[in-house]
């Protein structure tokens, strides 16, 4: 999963995945598919994770 902060603005972002989506965590890699940090957790179909302004966030879901 990949999401870009377009706005300017740095904070939070909640994500709600589909509904049946079978993922628990959310690990964070680099544009390159690279591993990079801790695995987020994914509760109740939701995961937060903090974006950086005009900068992208990806994470492989598991």
């Known amino acids: ?8 603005l740095a904070g939070p972002l909640t994500v709600t995945l589909p509904a049946g989506l079978k993922v628990s965590a959310a690990q964070p890699v680099t544009l390159r598919g690279e591993t990079t940090g801790v695995a987020l957790p994914i509760s109740e179909g939701q995961l937060t994770l ?9 994470h492989i879901l598991r």
């Open 1 to 8: 999963m990949r999401v870009w902060e377009q706005g300017g």
């Open 50 to 58: 903090e974006l950086k302004a005009y900068a992208p966030a990806s």
